[in-house]
């Protein structure tokens, strides 16, 4: 076989409709990077993303008060330097992300975890010790710097899960992510007066420590190929030029950011504009609180089922899909008027949106080579990551000068747009592919 029909066979796989794929699947590339340990593998990974996430959020009703003791006085403080300690994070996992996902291929990748893990839980409970907030701050840094064991999990899971099983596998494994971020902020609020904060860091710190231990005991990984071995001179050309066709990567990689972008301008602006819809004021926070945890609650239920949907019709034309739909749904929450109608879009957008990040990695997955899936998959996590800092900015900069439906309807229209950017990509590759395949 030729490497021609190698690169057409990958470029046809994700597509149901074209005639040739079910046997396709079945060829030796199909299944390169199979592990035959990758259930249990799956489960530790859920596990210890559903905990670290937990202890990651945890710090979010609480991070205002903790700066406080650590000495910022006034409103403006307190809030600037919660906004920086929480960013900080954020910001160091998306400079760092691409790099360990290098080093996961070269590696191993569960020595990515086992590094992420260790420096997460080291990590964490030090910022339970520290006495002022620029330490709070650096240790947030080296959280960042040191941490991703949701986004390494994601990459072990998507290159040694089989091929046509991987939609369901990253499905589940995002439900568990999702899921620890939704409780993580819920006990975040009941443990400080039961315990108290630093505690309450000690504590999230002993959680990621037995994940760290589950890491390092149960996930196997299969043996490195000899070939990577003993070749190591072997490496002048870069992750990105050694992907046979770039298409499917890069709207990946744009749709991931704007999936990010799209969702993080609206939630900083959740709170008031619940504001604006409910007259009993005392009742703005729980009723916002439900409307977050709405959308999570339904990304949780729709993420595995989505996932196995994407391995029978195609990974892209759920990605295609999912946008569309969520288009749809932004529009009428621009115009609601009670706080229960919002809850119920809110909900309906998690559930359309649940598999989508499971389904941008598996075409990732899909289209490319093994030894180089980790670097590009840690830049489709660095393009989410720039996403969640951009999208808060905008979302507030919309909302401030031209209202609150305005970043409703703006993201409604990025995502159509998203949609359409796919299907025109998905078309033109699907068409070239066909014709390649047609040669003799």
Request: proline share 5%; charged share 10%; net charge positive.
């Amino acid at each position: 076989m030729t490497d021609t029909s190698l690169v057409s066979q990958n470029g046809i796989r994700d597509n149901p409709d074209i005639p040739g794929r079910q046997d396709m699947t079945q060829d030796g590339t199909e299944q390169s990077g199979y592990n035959i340990h990758w259930r249990r593998n799956l489960a530790v990974c859920f596990a210890g993303s559903f905990s670290t996430l937990i202890a990651m959020t945890l710090l979010l009703p609480f991070l205002p008060l903790y700066v406080e003791q650590l000495g910022a006085e006034g409103h403006a403080a307190i809030v600037q330097w919660s906004g920086i300690a929480y960013g900080a994070t954020f910001l160091a996992a998306a400079l760092v992300a691409p790099l360990w996902g290098r080093l996961g291929d070269r590696y191993g990748r569960k020595l990515m975890l086992v590094r992420a893990s260790f420096g997460m839980a080291i990590c964490m409970s030090l910022t339970g010790m520290v006495q002022s907030v620029w330490q709070l701050v650096l240790l947030r840094l080296l959280i960042g710097f040191a941490g991703g064991y949701s986004s390494g999990s994601t990459i072990l899971v998507a290159m040694q899960t089989p091929k046509e099983r991987s939609g369901w596998a990253l499905g589940v494994l995002s439900a568990g992510i999702t899921a620890g971020s939704l409780v993580g902020p819920l006990l975040g609020g009941a443990l400080p007066p039961i315990i108290g904060i630093r505690a309450t860091f000690l504590l999230s710190g002993g959680v990621i420590f037995l994940a760290f231990l589950a890491t390092t005991f149960l996930i196997k990984e299969n043996p490195r190929s000899t070939a990577a071995k003993s070749n190591p001179a072997e490496k002048p050309k870069s992750g990105w030029s050694q992907i046979p066709d770039k298409r499917p990567v890069v709207a990946m990689l744009t749709t991931g950011m704007l999936l990010a972008f799209a969702t993080m301008s609206i939630e900083p602006i959740i709170t008031v504009y619940v504001q604006q819809l409910i007259e009993d004021q005392s009742r703005v926070t729980m009723v916002s609180g439900i409307v977050m945890s709405a959308a999570a609650l339904g990304a949780i239920l729709s993420a595995s089922h989505l996932g196995k949907l994407a391995d029978r019709v195609g990974h892209w034309n759920v990605v295609i899909g999912a946008l569309a739909v969520s288009a749809l749904l932004l529009i009428p929450q621009a115009f609601v008027t009670e706080g229960w109608q919002l809850i119920g879009l809110r909900f309906l957008m998690g559930l359309a949106l649940g598999g989508l990040l499971p389904c941008i990695t598996s075409v990732i997955r899909h289209n490319v080579p093994d030894g180089v899936g980790g670097n590009v998959l840690g830049l489709a996590i660095s393009a989410q990551y720039a996403g969640q800092v951009l999208g808060p900015l905008s979302g507030g900069f919309v909302g401030g000068h031209f209202g609150m439906r305005a970043v409703f309807l703006g993201t409604s229209v990025l995502m159509a747009l998203g949609a359409a950017y796919n299907w025109i990509v998905q078309t033109r590759r699907t068409r070239h592919m066909l014709l390649e395949a047609g040669e003799p």
